[in-house]
């Protein structure tokens, strides 16, 4: 596994300790930025894929386009990687979800929805930006498809060579 970095949950959580400790106490205070509905809105962004997240205090209902989570994300591991800021910061569960997600696929989706989840949690509690930063929750993933060049048959791939 060269370049890439798998993290457990417990590694996740440590992280999210070791962020929360203060470093310099002259940082300016954030202000939550609520509407008044008292929710907290937030986009998310992967590959193609744009998700526009509300999140208010509720009991862990997620709907995705209308729909329960469940019914939208059918395997397992798009709704484990949704749930994982909330696992984090020790907020499963606390909190409704509503969101509309278009473009790209779902692994696409699931990722957007996850930046974008992370995103209202700073906008609705400040002091979790520390925390969700450490995650790596905050990053939008910059990787999008190469487009495709001329005189190839793919963005790297040449057309097959013919000797004869």
């Given at each position: 596994?060269?370049?890439?970095?798998?993290?457990?949950?417990?590694?996740?959580?440590?992280?999210?300790?070791?962020?929360?400790?203060?470093?310099?106490?002259?940082?300016?205070?954030?202000?939550?930025?609520?509407?008044?509905?008292?929710?907290?809105?937030?986009?998310?962004?992967?590959?193609?894929?744009?998700?526009?997240?509300?999140?208010?205090?509720?009991?862990?209902?997620?709907?995705?386009?209308?729909?329960?989570?469940?019914?939208?994300?059918a395997r397992p591991v798009l709704r484990m990687l949704i749930t994982q800021p909330f696992?984090?910061?020790?907020?499963?569960?606390?909190?409704?979800?509503?969101?509309?997600?278009?473009?790209?696929?779902?692994?696409g989706q699931a990722g957007a929805l996850r930046h974008g989840i992370s995103r209202a949690?700073?906008?609705?509690?400040?002091?979790?930006?520390?925390?969700?930063?450490?995650?790596?929750?905050?990053?939008?993933?910059?990787?999008v498809v190469e487009r495709k060049k001329y005189g190839r048959a793919k963005a790297r791939?040449?057309?097959?060579?013919?000797?004869?």
């Amino acid at each position: 596994m060269s370049g890439t970095q798998t993290r457990t949950l417990a590694d996740l959580k440590d992280l999210a300790v070791a962020a929360a400790l203060p470093t310099t106490p002259e940082q300016p205070k954030r202000e939550p930025k609520r509407d008044a509905f008292g929710r907290s809105y937030a986009t998310g962004r992967r590959k193609n894929a744009i998700a526009r997240v509300w999140i208010k205090p509720g009991k862990g209902e997620i709907n995705v386009n209308g729909k329960r989570v469940g019914q939208y994300f059918a395997r397992p591991v798009l709704r484990m990687l949704i749930t994982q800021p909330f696992l984090v910061v020790d907020r499963y569960n606390q909190f409704d979800v509503y969101c509309t997600v278009s473009g790209g696929g779902l692994s696409g989706q699931a990722g957007a929805l996850r930046h974008g989840i992370s995103r209202a949690l700073t906008h609705y509690e400040p002091e979790l930006r520390t925390i969700l930063k450490a995650a790596g929750f905050l990053t939008r993933d910059p990787r999008v498809v190469e487009r495709k060049k001329y005189g190839r048959a793919k963005a790297r791939r040449s057309f097959q060579f013919s000797k004869r």
